[in-house]
């Protein structure tokens, strides 16, 4: 059942447009980076790994140096640890990331011929690996269209916009498969985190120029530019 004040499809859709139109002069997340220029679930899979808690311009380069020594599952679990551990050591946690990627990369090229599993279940049952990551790595992984991944953004834009009232990003998931029409499930992760991490920004978004203004509640809002 439609919720009182819900958006229609309608206007859920002119507003992703107005936004994806407004994020195209800022850089790309650095999973969907990855998944244009290679086009492959296992280095999707690691740099969501390594960009949990740490910003894109750390997480962009610290992908690019790894990948630059080791692209496959077999290549990083033979990595020493140690080796592994220097080569990621700007990103925060390094030293657990470190030690979950190199344990996925092994599980992936003893069990599973080195390929990621394309189904979500397959992927939530790794260690270390959460349904925002699992979404991930669906969506730009394996081009799927049936999830949306949910991160900081995700989940504070569309609350801020009074789309919806939800608590955690895993009531926000399930409220905007519910109310986003599926045409754009693949670019509002892409979409919204740009936007969150260059407009509407945790704290004090820049209102002002914002090109959804107009169709924004604000909700929460204490304090703009």
């Known amino acids: 059942m439609k919720k009182e004040n819900a958006p229609s499809p309608k206007e859920i859709g002119i507003v992703i447009t107005k936004i994806k139109k407004a994020v195209r002069g800022f850089g790309t997340p650095v999973s969907t980076e990855v998944s244009e220029k290679t ?3 296992f280095r999707v899979l690691v740099s969501c790994l390594l960009s949990l808690r740490t910003k894109d311009t750390i997480t962009g380069p610290v992908s ?8 496959t599952p077999k290549e990083i679990a033979e990595m020493p640890l140690r080796r592994l551990r220097s080569i990621i050591r700007p990103v925060n946690f390094y030293k657990t990331k470190a030690r979950r990627i190199r344990d996925i990369s092994k599980e992936l090229a003893e069990k599973h011929g080195s390929e990621v599993p394309s189904a979500f279940d397959g992927l939530m049952a ?9 979404n991930i790595v669906m969506v730009y992984g394996h ?17 801020r916009l009074g789309w919806i ?7 926000t998931e399930e409220e905007l498969m ?28 820049k209102c002002s120029t914002c090109p959804v203004r107009q ?3 604000r909700a929460g809002v204490t304090r703009s530019r």
């Open 165 to 171: 009232k939800t608590k955690t990003p895993e009531q």
């Open 178 to 205: 519910r109310l986003v029409p599926k045409r754009h499930w693949m670019d509002i992760n892409n979409v919204f985190v740009t936007f969150g991490q260059n407009v509407c920004l945790p704290v004090s978004p």
């Open 39 to 41: 086009h492959d679930p």
């Open 126 to 134: 790794f260690k270390g690996v959460g349904r925002k990551t699992a």
């Open 215 to 217: 169709q924004c509640r």
């Open 143 to 159: 081009s799927s269209k049936g999830h949306i991944p949910v991160d900081i953004h995700v989940h504070r834009i569309p609350n």
């Open 64 to 71: 690019r140096k790894l990948f630059a020594v080791a692209k």
